[in-house]
């Protein structure tokens, strides 16, 4: 069959040139290659644009009107999950971190803010697996997130068989389940617990990585950071010894990609934190904690704003050029801070 079809083109690439003339086909060549190069670039720059934000209750009210469900505690923080993996999947150039042609290839920054948005979903997906739907430690999994968890931790560039895409839109399939089986009054086993320990343990994790993020921009520039790894923990010990200094900066081909990363994390926070407000409307009031997550927010909001250059300036501390690093940083440095006073609050009687 392959021998066939290869015969078939050259039949017809040998009757073209014997037409038209070598240097006509070349010519040819050359200028479809070219439209194709100059579409290609355009379409890229179009899937380049960052996703604008979704109003979660929005999209809370209309999806529960379209299945005729009840929006019911979980509900909102479960919509906020489905629509961030829907934005991924279903945004201009679709998900592109697994392409393999133009211009998906090309395209870099796009890939990592998807990255940043992914990793707050599977972490979202594993909290809600693992305490937001258990009464207990020794309590019941649900099915559905069962399903779900692992499927969103596929890994991120997988092209086919699996795709990365097919299994994302599976553990879609799953969440709507648990959250259609959340607003069902005759069906008991699925259960979303707003409680004040299962928000803090989240938002444990939400703080892990904003931490390691605001470490990554801030080596933009480079930095002597002195070893703290076993500091204030008498009697401790590591597997291998470290320096007691070391210089830390981030490539310069990397600096952008983290920027975009944080980006694409921030993104994705706001909508699950706007939605966490709501399910866990209750506890935030008794623990007077609802201006502490109102202030994360505006934080994250502000990592959002229009970037007017057309690349990510890498100048120094004080210097004459800006550095988009180091601000993207001092946001997420303020909004991490922010998250471990709110997990005190919440570790309160």
Known sequence: MLE?????????????VARLGAG???KAVLVLLAVYLVGAAGIGIYWSFEPGRFDVAEETRIDAEAAGEKP??????STALIRTMETLLDKPGGYITNDRFPPGLWLDNMPHWEYGALVQARDMGRAMRKTFSRSQ????EDPNL????PLLQSDSNFWILPSSEGQYRKALKA????RADLSNPAQGTAQFYARADNLRDWLGDVSTRLGSLSQRLSASVGQRRLNTDLA??????QSTATAPESLIQ???LEIDDVFYEARGTAWALIHLLQAVEVDFADTLEQKSARVSLDQIIRELEATQETIWSPMILNGTEFGLLANHSLVMASYISRANAAIIDLRDLLSQG
């Open 4 to 16: 066939s079809v290869q015969r078939t083109w050259l039949k017809f690439w040998d009757a073209l």
């Open 24 to 26: 006509k086909v070349a």
């Open 72 to 77: 019911v505690i979980g509900y909102q923080t």
């Open 137 to 140: 430690s020794q309590s019941t």
């Open 146 to 149: 069962a399903k779900a968890e």
């Open 175 to 178: 969440l709507r389940a648990y």
């Open 232 to 237: 204030g923990s008498p009697g401790a010990a």
């Open 250 to 252: 981030t490539p310069w």
